[in-house]
């Protein structure tokens, strides 16, 4: 394939013919006439030739390569955008654009908070747009990040890609206040007979994965995708959650529910920004980074509530102390 030889404003046609459906209203979206559309949308017939868009009744339906082409397209814009609107210099102050950063609903309450309010104060024409982690970031992590500005994500679940530490928080477990079979501490037959809340896939975390290790099977009950809902389900019965300590600060008035620790020595939860190469030398995202990794950096240096010591002080800004 000579990409030489394409003209990219095809991407954009092909975009708006695959999600409209319809020339008349993909011209619009794009600001081509009806006829210039038409005439877009018959090259792309020659280049891949398939109709694409096929007529049904009175209306036009995607051919089988046409699906195939939907999120490609979708993709293959994205990335382009991106592309093109990288800077050699970005003035925070003075710019205006926005970032997609993708993040569980606890990444966005414990650290997404803190990042717009810095982002407000000195960047006002910067906008941050938050969207939930899909099931699939393990599996599809490339295309992800290809079609965004950053993930938050801990360590220990993706890899091979650029990443910027950000701080570290501690698994705890939620029991309800008025639980009848666990006083203070929990042992490690309790987390195998009791019921559990969890988060879609939570057996991705480090510290999960070690219960497999010590031969335990949690017994789920109830899955959900958000984790600020899960003291919530642990109110007033017998189930127990896994979570992260920070969170659970946060959330305590909301439940009536307790923090119990593990009954083995989790694995830390260390937090991570992660992006795409293609971002790695954009001045924008550059600066993105070192303001997420500044407002990491003095979380760490403030009391989560759970410590069990003190924070250290980092021997670099890529280096996070236990929390």
Known sequence: MNLGR??????????????????TRAGQRVGLSQPAMSAALARLRRHFDDDLLARVGGHYELTALGQVLLDRASTAYDLLERLFASQADFDPARESREFKLVASDYAVAVFGTELARVVHQEAPGIRLRFAQTPTSVVDATDALLSTTDGLFMPHGVISGFPATDLY?????????????????????EDLARLPWVTY????????????????IEPRVEVSVDSFQIMPLLVDGTRRIALIQARLARLLAPLAAVRVVEPPYEAVPLSEALWWHPVH????????????????GRRMTEERSGYHRRPPAAGPNSHETPES
């Open 6 to 23: 394409l003209d990219l404003n095809l991407v954009v046609a092909l975009r708006a013919l695959l999600e409209e459906r319809n020339v």
């Open 280 to 295: 790695t030398h954009d001045a924008a995202h550059i600066w993105l980074r070192e303001t997420a990794a500044r407002v």
């Open 168 to 188: 570290q928080d501690r698994w705890v477990f939620l029991v309800a206040d008025d639980h009848p079979s666990v006083g203070d501490r929990l042992t490690r």
């Open 200 to 215: 879609q896939r939570t057996y991705d975390a480090p510290a999960v994965r070690q219960l497999g290790m010590l031969g």
